[in-house]
């Protein structure tokens, strides 16, 4: 708002005739601005006590809501004379029922730990392969952590290469879509069969691994005359087998009459080998031919150029490697793979041909907790120190059932040992209701009975009952007697010779209406009023409530009691809930309809008075403005005559 202006500061006469009008115009053009504020005072009380009325009437509203949502529940309470035994939860619209309680046992998960403690989570295995089988019931999953195969090798000369190549197909999923295909050489055949063998003849054949760890040369025993292909290759490997450096890395078979050679993963990146023989005994192996193009490395490498091709599975981490002699997948984040071969016969397998596995995680505890809790079985791996050391860790892995009851929980390795106890594999709920045993997987039977849920919490006896709610029923009548009169209260506020703001509102009015209906319900049962439940009214209008009234007439005809008491939408709760919340709705109500109006009205009223306020700050400070040229100008002529009155003044004759 304005202020006044300040003390007109002039230098002429006149100065105090300019602040007289200066005050005089302001007091004038402010009158509306007063009177704006005095309506915007008025308004913002009445919302204020629409919004005291409108709270007085929702909470009667909600022992209306009380009230009625008991109704709808059949006016019962349950009730478990021991809840350290059972509980017991109304679902519904329960009949008045009672049942003994006998429990044996409360239903518990299975819990079962590793029996092996490691001293650190991340780096040691409890099985050095990776492999783990584990059951829940009926279910089980296996986890191969480190998922490799053995690999296998492939030469790149000779004359049986396969057509089309073979390939080694690895389809993901569980995490990761998309497959990659690796395609692979034959391994080494001799170009023409054996011939002219004599006997007493051998075959020498020398061999170097391509990374130089192995240089070796073997000869056969004398052969016999006209020893084919396969006599000729039973008699090198005789000589393998004894070659501590080439034993189980490489070998002769016979293909289509020729000598095949192939090479194992162990041997490394395969051999460059020679054959000589004495005689004229025409092996068919040519000199420094090679085997084993394919090791497991060289398999791996071939996948990893097809994983970068795929943006999905270079982005999660997909890699192959050589492990040991095989092939060996892992990734950064979990997956399913699937690998196939579409030529087994020919020695091309990845040794992870036909495995479906789970990758991505470390052979560790910590891998394969985060292995378990990824995968499909409702069990849930913790890590637990049981060390008393803190120098020395203990750490092992808590599988749990995520349900109780009794059932097979094991964690095996690749041989079937166990890894984990089996002392507690769970428990169900064990109980008898009214003699009868009943045994149950889970704690909580949601449907006991009508409208009823049983919770087991433990052993001991309990009964369990649903009845008619006479004590609650009377605590919310006392409720909505109380209620009653606070907004009888408020009303009368606003009545009479010294009646607040909403006097003579309309809102007033419709509230004593809704008073008197509530009072006045008449029911069509064997109850007609609420005085029958000791709802009564003074000669003061109050409303008093008679406990011991109502609990004369529940304890003959509780079902009239339930029947005229209704639910939210029927009877007498139904009825007065709706003429309440038609004032009282928070949102549709009556009362907040008057009270959004008061609001906008209010705005609007604040904007006037600021324009207004604007407006005559602006007078004013014109007003000063002419008034202070207008002080100037004045002062100058009153100077100007001081001057000549002065300088026309007689003067007065001196003697002689």
């Given at each position: ?41 008025i ?97 089980s ?22 057509s ?22 034959s391994?080494?055949?001799?170009s ?42 039973t ?104 690998v ?89 709920a ?78 007033v ?19 007609h ?12 209008g ?14 003959s ?16 709760i ?12 928070p ?24 324009a ?23 002062a ?21």
């Open positions: 708002m304005s202020l006044p202006p300040t003390s007109f500061v002039g230098v002429s006469t006149f100065s105090d005739s300019f602040q007289t009008v200066l005050e005089r115009t302001f007091n004038a053009a402010s009158l509306p601005v007063t009177n704006l504020q005095t309506e915007q005072t308004l913002q009380s009445r919302q204020v006590e629409l919004g005291n009325l409108e709270g007085d009437l929702n909470k009667l509203r909600d022992v209306f809501n009380t009230l009625g949502v008991s109704g709808a529940q059949g006016t019962v309470k349950v009730t478990s004379s021991n809840t350290s035994v059972a509980s017991v939860t109304r679902v519904g619209t329960p009949e008045p029922v009672d049942f003994d309680i006998e429990v044996t046992s409360a239903a518990d998960k299975a819990r079962e730990t590793t029996a092996v403690g490691l001293t650190d989570v991340d780096a040691t295995a409890l099985s050095s392969d990776g492999v783990y089988s584990l059951t829940l019931g009926s279910s999953e296996t986890y191969n952590l480190l998922t490799v195969g053995s690999g296998r090798t492939a030469g790149t000369n000779g004359s049986a290469t396969p089309p190549k073979v390939s080694v197909d690895v389809a993901f999923s569980g995490g990761l879509s998309g497959s990659i295909s690796a395609e692979l050489d391994f080494f055949v001799a023409s069969a054996p011939s002219t063998v004599g006997a007493g003849d051998q075959v020498t054949v020398s061999f170097a691994s391509v990374d130089g760890g192995t240089n070796e040369t073997i000869t056969t025993d004398g052969l016999n005359a006209l020893d084919d292909a396969d006599a000729i290759a008699a090198l490997n005789d000589k393998i087998a004894l070659n501590a450096n080439l034993n189980g890395k490489v070998s002769f078979s016979a293909v289509g009459g020729k000598l095949e050679l192939t090479v194992s993963d162990s041997a490394g990146t395969g051999f460059n080998f020679t054959s000589s023989s004495t005689g004229t005994t025409v092996t068919g192996l040519e000199s420094g031919g090679t085997a084993g193009g394919h090791s497991a490395a060289e398999i791996a490498a071939a996948l990893n150029a097809s994983v970068q091709a795929s943006s999905t599975l270079k982005a999660a981490g997909v890699r192959f490697s050589a492990y040991g002699g095989e092939v060996r997948v892992e990734g950064d984040t979990a997956f399913d793979i699937t196939t071969d579409n030529d087994q016969g020919t020695g091309f397998a990845s040794g992870l041909a036909g495995v479906h596995s789970v990758a991505g995680f470390d052979n560790t505890l910590a891998g394969l907790r985060d292995a378990i809790n990824a995968g499909n079985l409702d069990v849930t791996a913790t890590l637990v120190n049981f060390s008393d050391n803190p120098a020395v860790g203990d750490y092992r892995i808590l599988l749990s059932s995520n349900k109780t009851g009794s059932t097979t929980l094991t964690l095996k390795d690749s041989s079937n040992g166990d890894l984990i106890t089996t002392s507690n594999q769970g428990v169900d064990v109980f008898t209701v009214n003699g009868v045993q009943i045994t149950n997987s889970g704690n909580t039977i949601s449907d006991f009975a009508p409208g009823l849920s049983l919770t087991i919490v433990g052993a001991g006896s309990t009964r369990v009952a649903a009845s008619n709610d006479q004590s609650g029923t009377s605590s919310n009548l006392s409720d909505l007697a109380a209620a009653y009169n606070t907004v009888l209260a408020r009303i009368g506020q606003h009545i009479g010779k010294d009646a607040g703001v909403l006097s003579g509102d309309v809102l009015r419709e509230a004593q209406a809704t008073l008197r209906a509530i009072a006045g319900y008449t029911g069509s049962g064997s109850i009023s609420i005085a029958e439940l000791g709802l009564e009214l003074n000669e003061d109050l409303m008093t409530f008679n406990a011991i009234k109502f609990a004369s007439t529940a304890a005809d509780f079902n009239g009691v339930k029947d005229f008491l209704g639910t939210t939408t029927t009877g007498f139904g009825a007065s809930r709706s003429r309440v919340a038609d004032l009282s709705d949102v549709n109500g009556a009362i907040q309809t008057a009270i959004d109006f008061i609001q906008e009205s209010d705005a609007s009223l604040s904007k006037q008075i600021t207004l306020q604007e407006r005559i700050d602006q007078r004013i400070a014109a007003l000063e403005a002419q008034f202070a040229a207008a002080d100037t100008l004045l100058g002529l009153e100077s100007q005559k001081d001057l000549l009155t002065q300088l026309f003044k007689p003067q007065s004759s001196s003697s002689n």
